[in-house]
C-alpha cells in the first residue's frame, strides 16, 4: 500500500479493470494475470482487440505471456533495474509527458542541499544510521520546509514497526511549502535528481544484470512509451510478484514514477491496476486485518509516542492541506461508531480504551514471539500458516508453545493438525504426547452460506446473499465474532478495570435473525457507511463526517456505500457505462479512476477528446464527466489558495493529487518511506550475485529485516551450495495454502502433485527427467517434487555466465485429498521495512535428482548441505 499511496495519495488501485480495455500498452510484471485473474483478463484481450500491445515481463512463461505480444523473460528480483531502465529511457529519449510533469508531479521542487544520493553515498541515501539499521529522512525533504518537522516519523509510519496507516507520507510542513523550478533544470530539483539517480540504468545495464537482450528492452521501451501523451495512455497491472520481496514496496514505486512522467495516472487507459490475490484482499486492509492501522488508514496509536490524548494524536496525523486535514473528523467518528454514547469530548472520545502498538506485532514478528514463548493462545481464521507462510517449520513449532489454539475453517487444515502429522511429528522434532497445546477446531461457512462484502481489486465493494443455511455446527465468521463479543461484555459487565470498560462501553447492537441468531450483514455495513447521531440520517459521503461528535463512521472511506436505510450500493447490479457505476460501490464516493482530475489540462479542458473523463464546465461552473470527480467539484481550474489557506481549500485547482498537502503526485517521497525517497536496486536477501550498483557495499535493502537466528538461517550472497534462483508462483486450479481446493476433488484431479519447472538445459546439467521427483533444498528445508521440464523456463546470460531459474508452486501440503511437501518450508522468514511481508519471488536453492530423505533424515540433510565449505 505505501508503494501507490505515498506516489499518489491512496493505497488502492488508481483504476478499474474495464479500464483497461481502452489502454494502448499494458505492461503487465510481477502477475501471472491470465490464471489468477481470469475475469479481469478479459479487458486485458479487449485492448489487443482494439490495437493495443501487450508486454508480460516475468522469468515463467505462463498463459498470459501466450496471450502478449512481448514476453520477456528476466531475473526474479531484478525489477527495479527493469523498471528504472525504462524511467531512463523515457527520460533520455524525451518520451515524458512535460506538461503533464511539470504542473502535476512534484518533479520542479527543489530539495535541500545536504542531501546525498545512494549514487554519491555507497548505495545509501543520506540519513542511514548504520548501527540501529533504519534513515532518519531529514534530508530528503523539500528546501524550504521547516527543519524542525522534517526528521519525524511520517504520519501513519511510526517509527516502532513499519505501517501501513494512511499510505500518505510527510508531514503537511514538509511538502506544503516549497521552491521550484518549472523548467526542470535546476540541479537540485527532483528532476534532475531523479535523472542522475537513474542514469546508469541504461540498456546495456539491464541486459547485463537482469539477463533480458538489449535489443528485446528497446522494444518493450519504445511500445510502452510511444503508447503514452495526450491522446495515448499505458496502464501497468501487478500483483505478489511485485509486493513479495524485500523491496516490494520500492518496485511499485518504480512503476509509479514511471507511470507519472509518462502521464498515465488518472487517465482512461491508464493507471496502475494492484491486482490483489484473494477476493477481498482490498476489503481485509480497508477494514484491516493489520495490527498497525484502524479502518479507513488511520495509525492505530503507538505506545509513548502518539498514544497520550486523542488531541495529540490528530494533531500528528492531520495534514494543513488536503483530504487528511479532516483527520480529526475522521477518527472521531470512529471511535462514535464504536464507543457510541460512552464517547464523549470530555473523555477523549474514548481514545484511551484503544489498544496501542508496542513493537513489531506482525505476523512474523508475533510468530517469533510465539516461538520464544511469549504469547499463550492464538485464533487463525482465513488463514492456513502451516502451510502458506515463509519458513514453515517455525509457523508449525511455534503453535506448539501455546497454551490454546483456535481454527475455524472449512476443513480440518494443516494448521489444526501439525500437533498429528505435521514434518516434525514425522522427524521427530516434536512428539504429539509432550505438546500441551489445546487446540480447538470450529467448522467455518463457505461463501454461499454468509451475506457481506466482498472488496475486491479496484476497490469495488460488492454485497453477496446468503443462497442457503449452514448445515448443523457450521457459522459465519460474523457470528462466531459477535457472539464471542456478545459473552465476553456478558461476562465483563460491571467489572472494573480498563479492559472491562472497553468492552463494556463497546457498541454491540446489532440485531440477529433465523435459528442460529445470525447478526446482520447490512446493519455491520450501515455502521461501516455512517451516520448523524442526532437525527438517524445516513451519510452519503464522506464530507459530511464532523469532528465534534455529532456523526459516526465505522470506516470514512466506505461512507455513501449505503447512503439511506434502503439503499445498499454494494448490491447494485445495473451498470451504468463502461466503468461499472451502478455496479457496487468504489471507495471513495463511486470514483472508478482516481486523481481523474489530471485527465484534464490545467486549465480544466480535455489532453484529448480520445482520453477525455473528467473536465471543467464553465456553463455550470463545476466538474463534471463520464467518472465521478475526484476533485472538489466547484473548484475552479484556475484557482489558487491565497496565504495561511487551510484544509481542502489549501489545494490549487490544479493540483489533482488531494490527499497529498501539495496536491502533486510525489516522483519523489520526502517522508514516509523506511527505505529511501527514490527506488534504488538491490539483490534479493539471497541472491547468485553481489549487487552490481554497490559492489561490496550493500547487497540488499539496508532497513530490511532477515530475521536471523538459528531456526532461521540463510545461505551468502553468490553461495555455490545454492547455485539456482526459485521462484514460487499460484496455479489457477488452487487457492493459495490450499485448504479450499484439495479438499475439493475436481480441482485436487486437475493439479493432483507439487511440481517443478525447470529448462530442458537445467535438466541436463542435474540429470533430472521429465515426470520423476527432484529434491529441492534451501539453508531451512528440503521438498520433493515432480519434475517438469519446460521451454516455460528459460536459461539467462548474466553477467557473463548461464544461470538458470527454477519455477515452485506453494499449494501442497499434508492434509486434504492430494498432498505435497510444504514449498514454503524452503523460503526463509524476513520482513520488507515498510509494510513487513515477507520475499517469496526471489532466492536460491539447489536442486537434485530423486526424493528427498524421510524422517528424522530430512533435516540431518539439510543441515549436512548448510555445513559443507562454501
Known amino acids: 500500500m505505501p508503494g501507490l499511496g505515498t506516489s499518489f495519495g491512496r493505497g488502492g488501485a488508481t483504476t478499474a479493470q474495464q479500464d483497461l480495455a481502452n489502454a494502448d500498452a499494458i505492461l503487465i510484471m510481477g502477475s501471472n494475470m491470465a490464471e489468477n485473474h481470469p475475469v479481469g483478463f478479459q479487458w486485458v484481450i479487449e485492448a489487443r482487440e482494439r ?29 527495479i533495474l527493469f523498471l528504472g531502465g525504462l524511467i531512463n529511457y523515457a527520460i533520455t529519449h524525451d518520451k515524458i509527458f512535460r506538461d503533464y510533469v511539470v504542473h502535476y508531479t512534484n518533479a520542479p521542487v527543489i530539495l535541500r542541499d545536504d542531501l546525498k544520493d545512494t549514487e554519491e553515498n555507497d548505495g545509501v541515501w543520506s540519513g542511514w544510521d548504520e548501527q540501529a539499521k533504519k534513515y532518519n529522512p531529514e534530508t530528503w525533504a523539500y528546501a524550504g520546509s521547516p527543519k524542525k518537522d522534517a526528521g519525524g516519523a511520517a504520519p501513519g509510519h511510526q517509527e516502532a514497526s513499519g505501517g501501513h496507516g494512511k499510505d500518505r507520507g510527510g508531514e503537511a510542513s514538509t511538502t506544503s511549502q516549497y521552491h521550484a523550478d518549472y523548467t526542470l533544470e535546476h540541479p537540485r530539483c527532483v528532476y534532475q535528481v531523479m535523472k542522475r539517480h537513474f542514469a546508469r540504468y541504461t540498456p546495456e545495464f539491464v541486459e547485463e544484470h537482469c539477463g533480458v537482450p538489449r535489443d528485446q528492452f528497446l522494444k518493450v521501451a519504445e511500445t510502452f512509451c510511444n503508447a503514452s501523451g495526450p491522446d495515448k495512455t499505458a496502464a501497468i497491472c501487478y500483483a505478489v510478484g511485485f509486493t513479495q520481496h524485500s523491496k516490494g514496496v520500492q518496485i511499485i514505486r518504480t512503476a509509479a514514477i514511471l507511470q507519472l512522467l509518462l502521464g498515465n495516472i488518472g487517465r482512461p487507459g491508464g493507471g496502475i491496476l494492484a491486482l490483489r490475490g484473494h477476493a477481498s484482499i482490498q476489503g481485509s486492509t480497508d477494514i484491516p486485518t493489520l495490527y498497525d492501522i484502524l479502518p479507513g488508514y488511520l495509525p492505530m496509536p503507538f505506545f509513548e509516542k502518539d498514544a497520550n490524548d486523542f488531541a495529540s494524536y490528530n494533531k500528528k496525523h492531520r495534514s494543513e492541506t488536503g483530504v487528511w486535514s479532516n483527520f480529526p473528523k475522521f477518527s472521531t467518528s470512529l471511535l462514535k461508531a464504536w464507543y457510541g454514547e460512552h464517547a464523549t469530548n470530555e473523555n477523549d472520545y474514548c481514545f484511551d480504551l484503544l489498544p496501542r502498538v508496542t513493537g513489531d506485532h506482525s505476523h512474523f514478528g508475533y510468530w517469533l514471539d510465539m516461538q520464544d514463548g511469549k504469547m499463550e493462545g492464538l485464533f487463525i481464521m482465513g488463514q492456513n500458516p502451516a502451510v502458506g507462510a515463509s519458513n514453515g517449520q517455525v509457523e508449525r513449532t511455534a503453535m506448539s508453545k501455546l497454551k490454546w489454539l483456535v481454527v475455524r475453517d472449512m476443513s480440518e487444515i494443516e494448521s489444526a493438525t501439525w500437533w498429528k502429522r505435521g514434518p516434525e511429528i514425522a522427524s521427530g522434532k516434536l512428539k504429539t504426547e509432550e505438546i500441551g497445546t489445546e487446540i480447538f477446531l470450529f467448522p467455518a461457512a463457505g461463501t454461499a452460506e454468509k451475506a457481506g462484502c466482498f472488496t475486491n481489486t479496484q476497490r469495488l465493494v460488492q454485497y453477496r446473499e446468503q443462497a442457503i443455511e449452514p448445515a448443523g455446527d457450521i457459522r459465519s465468521e460474523l457470528w462466531f465474532m459477535y457472539h464471542l463479543g456478545r459473552r465476553l461484555k456478558a461476562k465483563a459487565e460491571g467489572k472494573p478495570g480498563k479492559k472491562y470498560e472497553a468492552l463494556n462501553k463497546l457498541t454491540w447492537d446489532y440485531y440477529t435473525h433465523g435459528a442460529q441468531a445470525e447478526p446482520s450483514a447490512d446493519q455491520v455495513l450501515q455502521e461501516i457507511n455512517g451516520r448523524h447521531i442526532d437525527t438517524g440520517k445516513f451519510v452519503a459521503r464522506y464530507q459530511e463526517l464532523k469532528d465534534d461528535g455529532s456523526t459516526a463512521s465505522g470506516c470514512w472511506i466506505y461512507a455513501g456505500v449505503h447512503p439511506d436505510e434502503r439503499t445498499n450500493q454494494a448490491n447494485a447490479r445495473a451498470a451504468t457505462n463502461y466503468l461499472g457505476h451502478g455496479w457496487g460501490f468504489a471507495w471513495p464516493s463511486d470514483i472508478r479512476i482516481l486523481y481523474n482530475r489530471a485527465s484534464a489540462r490545467p486549465d480544466g479542458k480535455p489532453w484529448s477528446e480520445r482520453k477525455k473523463l473528467v473536465w471543467w464546465d464553465d456553463e455550470k461552473q463545476e466538474w463534471t464527466g463520464i467518472d465521478q470527480p475526484d476533485f472538489d467539484k466547484k473548484k475552479r481550474p484556475d484557482y489558487k489558495p491565497g496565504p495561511g489557506v487551510k484544509g481542502i481549500d489549501g489545494i490549487p485547482g490544479d493540483k489533482p493529487f488531494m490527499l497529498h498537502p501539495d496536491g502533486m503526485g510525489w516522483i519523489w517521497v520526502p517522508s514516509g518511506l523506511k527505505d529511501g525517497p527514490l527506488p534504488t536496486h538491490y539483490e534479493p536477501l539471497e541472491s547468485q550475485f553481489r549487487n552490481p550498483l554497490y559492489p561490496g557495499k550493500h547487497d540488499s535493502n539496508p532497513p530490511a529485516d532477515k530475521k536471523i537466528r538459528p531456526d532461521n538461517p540463510y545461505s551468502k550472497f553468490g553461495d555455490d551450495r545454492y547455485p539456482f ?17 484439495r479438499t475439493l476433488s475436481y480441482l485436487a484431479e486437475l493439479q493432483p502433485e507439487l511440481f517443478c519447472e525447470v529448462s530442458p ?58 498432498k505435497g511437501d510444504v514449498t514454503n518450508d524452503l523460503l526463509a522468514i524476513s520482513e520488507e521495512p515498510n509494510v513487513r511481508i515477507m520475499e517469496t519471488k526471489a532466492l536460491i536453492c539447489d536442486i537434485e535428482p530423486g526424493r528427498r530423505p524421510r524422517g528424522e533424515a530430512a533435516p540431518e540433510y539439510v543441515r549436512e548441505k548448510a555445513e559443507q565449505p562454501a
Open 761 to 818: 538445459e537445467l535438466a541436463a546439467e542435474r540429470g533430472l527427467r521429465h515426470g520423476d521427483f527432484a529434491t529441492i533444498t534451501t539453508p531451512r528445508a528440503t521438498v520433493e517434487a515432480r519434475v517438469l521440464v519446460t521451454r516455460r523456463m528459460r536459461p539467462l546470460w548474466v553477467e557473463g555466465r548461464t544461470i538458470h531459474q527454477i519455477g515452485l508452486p506453494y499449494h501442497w501440503g499434508y492434509e486434504g485429498l492430494v
Open 51 to 79: 490495437g493495443g500491445k501487450i508486454i508480460h515481463v516475468d522469468p515463467r512463461f505462463t498463459r498470459t505471456s501466450a496471450m502478449a505480444d512481448v514476453w520477456v523473460p528476466f531475473r526474479a528480483g531484478s525489477d
Open 725 to 741: 534462483a526459485l521462484t514460487t508462483y499460484r496455479l489457477t486450479e488452487h487457492h493459495t495454502a490450499g485448504g479450499m481446493s
